[in-house]
């Protein structure tokens, strides 16, 4: 009983630590950086990638101890593990409703198992910095792209190949907008003057737009967090790729922004977009996309 109730302590501290870390960050300034160590971590929900982040900012890479065995590295001795929410899942069983609930029958119940999450517990991960051994089998990320002309154009045109495929792509002339999504038609448009790491911002930032409004399609959100959900989203996946728009995104995120709480609320939205969209870049057959596959811990 002792034991429960000191994880029950821990767990109750880090929840208080992530309200806190996200009070924190009072400025667009403090976001987009917070932002930048997020497309670190897109696979953690928010919640663990700030308790990372408050933890140890330095961190680019982290797993568990055996999952660094697994990689052949080592924890080295005396590191100090961070510490994460770990779900704890449970199996329920419920038995399957006939097609035609009208008609009984003399047959055996069908039962269906499922997996719930029944609480968490509070898990160790370590970074690879407290870390040795072999490279081998660690994934390689996209860096350095930023600053050429034809490798900017490259990614831009992989982008907008596989975002048409959920999405009609308009290039648009003489608009003041450098993008937009219709909410009604799907069709996104970009504006075609626009230099690529631009083009790439923005069509990423319309693409957020449409997978946000999928999964939130009645809410109470305004205009405003929408915006910033967007920006944030297109500032996360840009730095995924290597690519840094904070001199844009800074700007946009604080003409949005009315109150820092809006962060608090959209932060589990920006985690849960921005995860979509980088995965989806990863499985697409491109394989400049495919090397942004990881898995975690």
Same mark, same amino acid.
């Given at each position: 009983m +002792?034991?429960?109730?000191?994880?029950?302590? /821990?767990?109750?501290?880090?929840?208080? *630590?992530?309200?806190?870390g996200l009070a924190t960050i009072n400025t667009d300034e403090d976001w987009c950086k917070y932002l930048a160590f997020q497309s670190l971590f897109y696979t953690y929900s928010a919640g663990n990638a700030m308790l990372i982040y408050l933890?140890?900012?330095? !961190? @680019?890479?982290? &797993?568990?101890? /055996?999952?660094?065995?697994?990689?052949? *590295?080592?924890?080295?001795?005396?590191?100090?593990?961070?510490a994460i929410l770990a779900p704890c899942f449970r199996k329920t069983e419920t038995f399957k +409703?006939?097609?035609?609930? @009208?008609?009984? #029958?003399?047959? +055996?119940?069908? /039962?269906?198992?499922k997996r719930e999450i029944?609480?968490?517990?509070?898990?160790?991960?370590?970074?690879? !910095?407290?870390?040795?051994? @072999?490279?081998?089998? $660690?994934?390689? $990320?996209?860096k350095g792209l930023s600053g050429n002309d034809a490798e900017l154009k490259a990614i831009y045109e992989k982008l907008h190949t596989i975002i048409s495929?959920?999405?009609h792509i308009e290039d648009v002339h003489g608009t003041a907008s450098k993008g937009s999504y219709n909410l009604d038609t799907g069709v996104i448009c970009i504006r075609s003057d626009l230099?690529? $790491? #631009? &083009?790439? /911002?923005?069509?990423l930032h319309e693409y957020a737009h449409s997978?946000?409004?999928? $999964?939130?399609?009645?809410?109470d959100m305004g *205009?405003? #967090?929408?915006?910033?959900?967007? +920006? @944030?989203?297109?500032f996360v996946v840009s730095m995924r790729l290597g690519l840094d728009t904070s001199a844009y995104s800074m700007g946009y995120i604080n003409s949005w922004l009315k109150d820092k709480d809006e962060l608090k609320i959209i932060a589990n939205t920006v985690q849960k977009v921005s995860y979509s969209i980088i995965n989806k870049l990863a499985e697409s057959s491109d394989s400049a996309f495919s090397i942004l596959t990881e898995e975690e811990a």
């Open positions: +002792e034991k429960m109730n000191k994880n029950q302590e /821990k767990i109750k501290a880090a929840l208080e *630590r992530i309200d806190t933890q140890n900012p330095e !961190a @680019s890479y982290v &797993k568990g101890f /055996k999952a660094w065995n697994q990689l052949g *590295r080592y924890v080295k001795k005396g590191s100090k593990g961070l +409703e006939p097609d035609n609930k @009208s008609h009984y #029958q003399d047959a +055996e119940g069908e /039962k269906v198992t029944g609480g968490f517990r509070i898990a160790y991960v370590y970074d690879i !910095a407290d870390t040795d051994g @072999s490279d081998e089998h $660690l994934p390689v $990320l996209v495929l959920d999405h230099e690529y $790491l #631009q &083009k790439i /911002k923005t069509i997978i946000d409004f999928t $999964l939130h399609p009645k809410t *205009r405003n #967090q929408r915006e910033l959900v967007a +920006e @944030s989203v297109a």
